[in-house]
């Protein structure tokens, strides 16, 4: 059955300049069938460079085929010229839906399915090539094949019957409609280009704060709209860039766990960028102590940092470049559109955990931001601390553990978030 895409958005625009990053960065896990599919292709060794197209990986409980890897990493199947042999050989609808897939995220929602974004790829993150829109058709037939791999249940509309993500844990979801409706409430403050992006941010921390004090179990679409529309147009008389500035710090909790999240959004330990890990696992410790210290050089956990100084991280910015800020702003209106700060694509995460999270994201972002731009042009500083958090962002499990969910809890509690989206965003 044909699968309904819901509407994509104009802001992001992608299209694949064979930079191989995605080729070197990770391991890509095969289904049965396209692991037969592979093996009836018939690869010599010869055309690997000697070795086997698949291999198992993992423990006695969790073994997986994946694409075999060359020494330094990189795919076997990935040629000198950055191309896939798969894709030379056989045709494109030849390779694995992962590689087809990336750097889409198809995010099932019960009425059709939301596109996301993964900006680990450089083109994502600068935005190059065409339209999302124009690539409905090849989503469309992703959508179909994902279906089929993951043996999905389907549901009436023939699409894929996900639950709704709850607001909190042990709630009942709401309707999907609703979802969409406070997600796309919250973007209204994202949306005011008249005020800086940090003011912008900090005004979807509260207005999320405002929501979550709503019972909005009980309320229609239509009256969390209107909800969604009213608080956010008292935002700017209520929540000002003075309010911003006068917020306290965060305090020497806020401070550790913010960086401890950091050291977690930082770490590449697979492919050419890959930073301390490289060294052993005593090198790895020493790194996870600096940034508990918070002192001292930020320890290369990515080989994309340069040489900084913690302090560098802390000292306010002036204004962002306008570039900059649309670079932000539109990974935000992504995130917060396409759905992917909750659910199954985001450590199966309540909504608004999902967002307390995004926020705090947002703060390692900027952080890092200023450690990059010192090095490089504010651009490719932002598109950078782009792509390496986001390497993380509903991928890296560590971020749903349960201890990681309770230092968010414990952040959230302590009102650390709102300081350090104030912090980071001055
Ligand atoms: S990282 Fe992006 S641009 Fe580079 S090869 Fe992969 S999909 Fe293409």
């Not at 340069?306 to 204004?319: I, K, M, N, S, Y």
């Not at 490089?376 to 499990?397: C, P, W």
């Not at 968010?408 to 350090?420: F, V």
């Given at each position: 059955?044909?699968?309904?895409?819901?509407?994509?958005?104009?802001?992001?625009?992608?299209?694949?300049?064979?930079?191989?990053?995605?080729?070197?960065?990770?391991?890509?896990?095969?289904?049965?069938?396209?692991?037969?599919?592979?093996?009836?292709?018939?690869?010599?060794?010869?055309?690997?460079?000697?070795?086997?197209?698949?291999?198992?990986?993992g423990?006695?409980?969790?073994?997986?085929?994946?694409?075999?890897?060359?020494?330094?990493?990189?795919?076997?199947?990935?040629?000198?010229?950055?191309?896939?042999?798969?894709?030379?050989?056989?045709?494109?609808?030849?390779?694995?839906?992962p590689?087809?897939?990336?750097?889409f995220?198809?995010?099932?929602?019960?009425?059709?399915?939301?596109?996301?974004?993964?900006?680990a790829?450089?083109?994502?993150?600068?935005?190059?090539?065409?339209?999302?829109?124009?690539?409905?058709?090849?989503?469309?037939?992703?959508?179909?094949?994902?279906?089929?791999?993951?043996?999905?249940p389907?549901?009436?509309?023939g699409?894929?019957?996900?639950?709704t993500?709850?607001?909190?844990?042990?709630?009942p979801?709401?309707?999907?409609?609703?979802?969409f409706?406070?997600?796309?409430?919250?973007?209204?403050?994202?949306?005011?280009?008249?005020?800086?992006?940090?003011?912008?941010?900090?005004?979807?921390f509260?207005?999320?704060?405002?929501?979550?004090?709503?019972k909005?179990?009980?309320?229609?679409?239509?009256?969390?709209?209107?909800?969604?529309t009213?608080?956010?147009?008292?935002l700017?008389?209520?929540?000002t860039?003075?309010?911003?500035?006068?917020?306290?710090?965060?305090?020497?909790?806020?401070?550790?766990?913010?960086?401890?999240?950091?050291?977690?959004?930082?770490?590449?330990?697979?492919g050419?960028?890959?930073?301390?890990?490289?060294?052993g696992?005593?090198?790895?410790?020493?790194?996870?102590?600096?940034?508990?210290?918070?002192?001292?050089?930020?320890?290369?956990?990515?080989?994309?940092?340069?040489?900084?100084?913690?302090?560098?991280g802390?000292?306010a910015?002036?204004?962002?470049?306008?570039?900059v800020?649309?670079?932000?702003?539109?990974?935000?209106?992504?995130?917060?559109?396409?759905?992917?700060?909750?659910?199954?694509?985001?450590?199966?995460?309540?909504?608004?955990?999902?967002?307390?999270?995004?926020?705090?994201?947002?703060?390692?972002?900027?952080?890092?931001?200023?450690?990059?731009?010192?090095?490089?042009?504010?651009?490719?500083?932002a598109?950078?601390?782009?792509?390496?958090?986001?390497?993380?962002y509903?991928?890296?499990?560590?971020?749903?553990?349960?201890?990681q969910?309770?230092?968010?809890q414990?952040?959230?509690?302590?009102?650390?978030?709102?300081?350090?989206?104030?912090w980071?965003?001055?």
């Amino acid at each position: 059955m044909m699968q309904t895409i819901l509407p994509l958005p104009t802001i992001q625009n992608w299209d694949c300049h064979t930079c191989g990053t995605c080729c070197k960065e990770y391991l890509v896990t095969v289904s049965p069938g396209e692991a037969k599919r592979i093996v009836d292709q018939a690869w010599t060794k010869e055309e690997l460079g000697g070795l086997e197209p698949l291999r198992i990986t993992g423990g006695w409980f969790s073994k997986k085929t994946v694409l075999n890897h060359k020494s330094d990493g990189s795919c076997v199947f990935l040629d000198d010229g950055g191309r896939c042999k798969i894709h030379a050989k056989h045709g494109y609808d030849s390779k694995p839906l992962p590689c087809k897939l990336f750097p889409f995220i198809l995010i099932p929602t019960g009425r059709g399915w939301s596109v996301g974004m993964r900006y680990a790829c450089p083109s994502a993150s600068a935005s190059l090539g065409r339209p999302m829109p124009e690539h409905l058709v090849d989503l469309r037939k992703f959508a179909e094949e994902l279906l089929v791999r993951e043996a999905m249940p389907t549901n009436e509309l023939g699409t894929c019957a996900k639950v709704t993500p709850p607001l909190v844990e042990g709630n009942p979801g709401l309707e999907w409609e609703k979802v969409f409706a406070m997600a796309k409430g919250l973007t209204i403050p994202l949306l005011d280009r008249e005020v800086p992006l940090g003011l912008r941010m900090f005004r979807v921390f509260h207005l999320a704060s405002d929501l979550r004090k709503a019972k909005l179990t009980n309320l229609e679409t239509i009256k969390i709209e209107e909800l969604c529309t009213i608080l956010a147009k008292h935002l700017p008389a209520s929540v000002t860039a003075s309010n911003r500035d006068q917020t306290a710090k965060p305090n020497w909790i806020g401070r550790v766990l913010f960086r401890q999240l950091a050291a977690i959004c930082l770490r590449k330990d697979h492919g050419p960028n890959r930073g301390v890990a490289d060294q052993g696992r005593l090198a790895l410790l020493g790194a996870a102590w600096a940034f508990v210290q918070g002192k001292g050089s930020v320890p290369k956990m990515h080989k994309w940092l340069p040489e900084a100084d913690f302090r560098l991280g802390e000292e306010a910015v002036e204004a962002l470049p306008m570039e900059v800020e649309r670079i932000f702003e539109r990974y935000y209106l992504m995130k917060l559109g396409s759905l992917q700060f909750c659910g199954p694509t985001f450590f199966n995460m309540p909504f608004w955990e999902g967002i307390d999270l995004t926020l705090l994201i947002y703060s390692v972002q900027m952080w890092l931001y200023r450690i990059l731009k010192n090095a490089m042009s504010e651009t490719e500083a932002a598109q950078k601390a782009l792509s390496i958090v986001d390497d993380h962002y509903g991928f890296n499990r560590v971020l749903g553990t349960f201890r990681q969910r309770l230092a968010y809890q414990i952040l959230g509690a302590t009102n650390q978030i709102e300081r350090l989206v104030a912090w980071y965003g001055r």
